[in-house]
């Protein structure tokens, strides 16, 4: 696996170039069409119906990727009545949690999701996933991906997944709100801190979030991490053992998510929203401020508050940092169980949907944001100034981070994962929770 400086690099450069959509959305439902087990495959005889259980993650009947993959798949089983394709739809940790007893058991599903390098990594290396390069290669496939994309994917020059986006955080904001409380777009961290007081004092919901899902409010602490650091690469530097998470680069970015927590940036009880009850929170207009990766702007562009939302940066915090660095996401990837008992057309299906995906995201309103290339006019398709803004920001990346749990081993991501969610429950030093990283980071570290 290329060294995540390097990564980052491509990552942005693909970013500058024509961006792509993550699919990281999350509810506490499950599609209609549930899998009923776990195991990979069908029990189906010689001539009879072949099943694909087809794990993923776009539970929100609301957002266009669940439209958008139950077209494809009736429209793959029309064409291939001997195939059955099973949904099993959970929200983003539920499906994480799952996979993990599922791969302990080596019952991974025909399909399933997982994200990219360090996460991924533990999988690969259990040789849990086929290889798909040979997938990839069929009708031209490989080339509908953004430059370098893939690379995320690929360890020992075998792809392993197929992401569905490559993304970047921003905040979105209610201008209608906004005006209510004679506020403007914040142009540095400390006047966000401002904002969320004014709207306070307004009886206006500053921000949204759904901590449940403890990857949010990672996420963004990382891009105040990254803003404190002065520039990317923070977490390599403490693999390189160059720096600790005691360093004041760290500490400096605790102290600044708290001064958020405690101004009370977030709705009481963050922790018990899972992702999509807290979006929901500002799509429906309930929150004037909502952290996230461009991926949400097709289901805000859907939603009520669609005509009255824009989109900023992240600035400088301190001082520090440049708003042009990003918080990079290459997006959840669609992955093929080793032990598929239908390996061929569960291969066959997927590069199906894959090659089906950009044009069906497209014509959704969700394709802001695709790890695929796409063609269309995306204003004359109808797509709001608020998705055009977001297209514009993606050509400003100058480089940026990958999420934590994307760059350090489970057991560390873990730790830091818990360690942020409890900062949303009690205020804490930040040195106390800089030991509480370096603690994991020295357990689990190989």
Known sequence: MKKK?????????????????????????????????????????KGETITITFQNIYPDPTEPKNAMLKKIVADYQSKNPKIKIELDTLNTDQQKLKLK???ASKEVPDITIVN???????????????????????????????????????????????????????????????????????????EIVDVVKKLKAKNIQPFAIG???????????????????GGPGFLQSVLDGKKTFTDPAFTDAVDSFQDLVQAGAFQEGATSFDY????????????????????????????????????????????????????LAPGSAFAVSANSKHLKETKDFLNYFMLNFPKEAFTAKGAVGLAQKVDGDFKAAGY?????????????????????????????????????????????NAQDVAKEHQTAYESNKK
């Open 276 to 327: 999509n009850a807290g979006e929901n929170l500002f799509k429906t207009g309930k929150a004037a401020m909502y952290y996230m990766g461009t991926w949400a702007t097709g289901a805000i562009e859907t939603s009520s508050v669609n005509g009255k939302v824009g989109v900023f940066k992240f600035p400088t915090v301190k001082g520090k940092g440049n708003p042009d660095e990003f918080m």
């Open 5 to 45: 400086t390097a990564l980052q690099a491509l990552l942005a450069s693909t970013l500058a170039a024509s961006l792509t959509a993550c699919g990281s959305g999350s509810t506490a439902s499950t599609d209609g069409n549930s899998a009923s087990t776990p195991a990979a495959g069908g029990n189906d005889k």
């Open 211 to 229: 901590e449940k899902d403890s990857w949010t409010g990672s996420f963004l602490f990382m891009n105040i991490l990254l803003r404190t650091n």
């Open 116 to 190: 990219p390098a360090a996460q991924m990594k533990p999988f690969v290396d259990a040789g849990l996933f086929a290889p798909l390069n040979d997938m990839v290669a069929q009708n031209g496939l490989k080339d509908t991906f953004q430059s370098s994309i893939l690379d995320s994917y690929t360890f020992n020059n075998n792809l392993y997944a197929l992401p569905d986006g490559n993304n970047i955080g921003v905040v979105y904001y209610n201008k209608e709100l906004f005006k209510q409380a004679g506020v403007e777009v914040p142009k540095t961290f400390e």
């Open 101 to 103: 007893t599922q791969a």
């Open 384 to 428: 709001s100034d608020m998705a055009m803004e977001v297209l514009g920001l993606f050509k400003q990346v100058k480089g940026g981070d990958l999420a934590f749990d994307n760059t350090m081993n489970p057991g560390t991501a873990q730790g830091h994962l818990t360690s942020i969610q409890n900062l949303f429950v009690q205020k804490k």
